[in-house]
C-alpha cells in the first residue's frame, strides 16, 4: 500500500516549463517542484472557491469592467484574510510532510509566491469566470 506521501506526489501534474537548475533558490525550487504542480491540481478546486467567494459578496464581481475583475481578484486574494487562508489550506493540504517542514521554514516568502500563482491563474481563468456567468444568466 502506498504512503499518503506517494500518493499526493503521483497525482500532481508534471509541468514541463517548471524546470528546477541548480542556480535556483530554495524557494525558487520550492515554488516549481511543489506549488505549482499543486496548484495546477487544485485548479478547478480554486476556480469553484472563488465563485462561491464572489457569490457571497452579493455577484458584484459580474457587473465590473474587465480591468476592475482583475483588481477584484487582486484585492480579495491579497486583503480578504479569511479568503487567503482557505486558499493556502487548498494549497498546503496536499503537502507531503517533508514539503510541510521545507514550507514552515520559510512560509512567509512561499505564502507570497502561492498566493501570486493563484492569483495569475484566477486571472487567466477570468474568461472562464465571464463565460458562466453569462450562461447562468441566460
Known sequence: MKTRDEVLKHIRPQ???AKVTPSMTSA???QNNTLRPIIKL???LLVAVFKNYVWKHKNIFHTLSVEKQLEY???AVQKDIKFR???KGIIIGHFTLNE???YTENS???NKRMMN???ERLKDNLLQLAESSILSSL
Open 15 to 17: 509541468i514541463s516549463s
Open 28 to 30: 525558487e525550487s520550492f
Open 42 to 44: 487544485q485548479n478547478d
Open 73 to 75: 481578484i487582486e484585492n
Open 85 to 87: 487562508n482557505a486558499l
Open 100 to 102: 510541510y517542514t521545507i
Open 108 to 110: 512567509s516568502a512561499l
Open 117 to 119: 500563482i493563484v492569483k
